[in-house]
């Protein structure tokens, strides 16, 4: 199983900016998808994730109504992000807690993409 992350860079603030996340390889079905991101010197923190059929959806309250996360299909998750502000520059990582094929349900990670918000 892979995860493909796609879309970060350099962007102004108050600008937008758009991540995808594609899960590929043998799965079975996946539970929810999601964005963390870390800036330097913090911890890795959530930013926003969604269940499978985005019946639910979680975000960090630090990007509440100007994130938003979207599935295209169960193994496809975007994240629009609107109003961006320098606070906001970090490496965004996409995470996937799927079903492969074979073995038990588990959490997987894609490569990081950074975004930075420029003042």
């Known amino acids: 199983v892979q995860l493909q992350a796609s879309g970060g860079g350099l962007v102004q603030a108050w600008g937008s900016l758009r991540l995808s996340c594609a899960a590929s390889?043998?799965?079975?079905?996946?539970?929810?998808m999601g964005w963390y991101r870390q800036a330097p010197g913090k911890e890795r923190e959530l930013v926003a994730a969604s269940t499978s059929g985005g019946h639910r959806t979680d975000y960090a309250a630090s990007v509440e109504g100007r994130f938003t996360i979207f599935r295209d299909n169960n193994t496809t998750v975007h994240m629009e992000m609107n109003s961006l502000k320098p606070e906001d520059t970090a490496v965004y990582y996409c995470k996937a807690y799927l079903k492969p094929t074979m073995g038990p349900p588990e959490d997987f990670w894609g490569q990081g993409t950074l975004v930075t918000v420029s003042s």
């Open positions: 390889g043998n799965i079975l079905n996946t539970h929810r």
